[in-house]
C-alpha cells in the first residue's frame, strides 16, 4: 500500500503494477494491476492482488522475477509517500 495523489486534468488516472515469472519476459497487461487516482486528494491505495481476477495471473509461475511500478499511466504530475510491500 502506498499515499499517493494525482494532479493531472484527465478524469481517470491511474497507477499501474507490472510483474513477470522468467527473466526473458516482458511487462504486459496481462500482468498487471490498476488501481484508479482520487484528483488532488491524498489517499491510500492498495493492489489487491488476491482477487479471483488477478490471482491466478500473480501466482503463474514460481516466483516474481521482476516488478515495475508506474505512478500515472499519464503524462502529469504526482506525489507519493511511503511505499509497503505485504506479502
Same mark, same amino acid.
Given at each position: ?5 494525482? #494532479?493531472?486534468?484527465? +478524469? ?11 527473466? &526473458? &519476459?516482458?511487462?504486459? #497487461? &496481462? =500482468?498487471? +494491476?490498476?488501481?484508479?487516482?482520487? =484528483?488532488? =486528494?491524498? +489517499? ?7 482477487? +479471483? ?6 501466482? !503463474?509461475?514460481? #516466483?516474481?522475477?521482476?516488478?515495475r511500478f ?8 504526482? #506525489?507519493? !509517500?511511503?511505499? &509497503?510491500?505485504?506479502?
Amino acid at each position: 500500500s502506498r499515499r499517493s495523489r494525482g #494532479e493531472d486534468e484527465r +478524469a481517470r488516472v491511474g497507477e499501474q503494477l507490472f510483474w513477470t515469472h522468467t527473466v &526473458e &519476459e516482458a511487462f504486459s #497487461e &496481462e =500482468k498487471s +494491476a490498476r488501481v484508479l487516482l482520487q =484528483k488532488g =486528494k491524498w +489517499a491510500e491505495y492498495e493492489f489487491k492482488l488476491d482477487t +479471483a481476477e488477478l490471482r491466478a495471473a500473480w501466482q !503463474g509461475g514460481p #516466483e516474481i522475477i521482476h516488478v515495475r511500478f508506474d505512478p500515472i499511466d499519464v503524462p502529469g504530475a504526482f #506525489e507519493m !509517500g511511503p511505499v &509497503e510491500l505485504l506479502l
